[in-house]
């Protein structure tokens, strides 16, 4: 059975900092790319970071540039999300998803809130 299991997400302060972790099983973690989605209420899901299943090469998007960091550890099938300085407009709930391009499989966590308050 394929999971993605988050955990980390809370409520901060504004300049705060989390930790998000996905924990993946059932699918061969290093053949996919990682990536961190979220949705804030009455918006879309949108593209947050991602790092690549063969070079280890990132993406942020521009509004996280500088503040999250993505990592993979392959060797314990799982992923984070470190993010600072934290913004009342990073609020979402925050998804870990898998992906393969080759194939066209796909993994989606269930969904961690991050609530940052002003």
């Known amino acids: 059975e394929v999971q993605l299991v988050e955990s980390g997400g809370g409520l901060v302060q504004a300049g705060g900092s989390l930790r998000l972790s996905c924990a993946a099983s059932?699918?061969?973690?290093?053949?996919?790319?990682i990536g961190w989605f979220r949705q804030a209420p009455g918006k879309e899901r949108e593209g947050v970071s991602c790092i690549s299943s063969s070079d280890g090469s990132t993406y942020y998007a521009d509004s996280v540039k500088g503040r999250f960091t993505i990592s993979r550890d392959n060797a314990r099938n799982t992923m984070a999300l470190q993010m600072n300085n934290l913004k009342p407009e990073d609020t979402a709930v925050y998804y870990c998803n898998a992906e393969d391009a080759f194939t066209g499989s796909a993994y989606w966590g269930q969904g961690t809130q991050v609530t940052v308050s002003s």
């Open positions: 059932g699918f061969t973690f290093d053949d996919y790319a």
